[in-house]
């Protein structure tokens, strides 16, 4: 038996302003977002999976330019999504219309899973669009692309989702916290469970981790209690 151990880092801290020479970022906020996460990997040749908040054709090209591909999904309301793929009425299901730019770098497609309902992706590192017509859903390439490299992420968010350490606050450093904690949980959880003798449950790991984390603060409250009792 082969075992995957998939960890998952933490790409939520970024700066927007350049806060030395007080420049202004020159693209959107998702853009100038999105530009200084790609920056590590610039000229790798490797596919960058993006959702619909970061998702624009500037951003894209600007990836293209740079050494990565990308392949995202895209909000019907965008100024730059063609009309024809914008709306999925009189559409049939799992019908595809596919719209390709001058120079065929970048396509974007429009897929109707059920009625009245389309999912919209821009994808620049596909030169021809093809259709799985042994599925009975017709599904096209690039959403199965989609969903093998965006599950991982899914997944993790799901896992999070049931034992998260997440608290309502109008404080986004707090926001920032608990979002690092629940990664690390969750990675720390994985690597155990590699281990082929772990079998325990992750509600029951996080219970016996919050209890580490705490034991020394609380032997060391204990012992200055018992100083201060003595006085």
């Known amino acids: 038996m082969v075992h995957v151990c ?26 100038s977002i999105a530009e200084q996460l790609a920056q590590p990997f610039v000229n790798s040749n490797k596919n960058v999976f993006m959702d619909p908040h970061f998702t624009s054709y500037s951003i894209l090209q600007y990836l293209l330019e740079h050494g990565l591909t990308v392949v995202d999904t895209v909000s019907a309301h965008r100024r730059d999504v063609p ?17 390709y730019e001058h120079n065929k770098k970048v396509t ?6 059920r009625k009245n309902r389309n999912v919209l992706l821009m994808i620049s590192c596909h030169a021809k669009l093809k259709i799985d017509n042994q599925r009975d859903d017709k599904r096209p390439n690039i959403i199965n692309d989609y969903n093998l490299g965006k599950g991982g992420v899914d997944s993790m968010d799901a896992r999070i989702e ?6 309502k606050t109008n404080r986004y450093t707090m926001l920032m916290l608990y979002r690092i904690v629940d990664v690390c949980i969750n ?4 690597l155990m469970r590699h281990q082929q003798s772990y079998q325990k449950t992750k509600k029951r790991f ?26």
Request: with cysteine.
């Open 187 to 190: 990675n720390a959880f994985l």
């Open 83 to 99: 009309a024809c793929l914008r709306k999925a009425t009189r559409r049939d299901i799992y019908s595809t219309l596919a719209a």
């Open 6 to 31: 998939v960890l998952y880092g933490i790409w939520d801290i970024v700066s927007v302003d350049n806060i030395e020479s007080g420049e202004e970022p020159q693209i959107g906020l998702a853009n």
């Open 162 to 167: 049931d034992f998260g350490c997440k608290r």
């Open 206 to 231: 996080m219970k016996e981790l919050s209890a580490q984390l705490a034991k020394q603060n609380i032997e060391m409250r204990y012992q200055n209690r018992t100083k201060f009792t003595h006085m």
């Open 108 to 113: 974007m497609i429009s897929y109707v899973p």
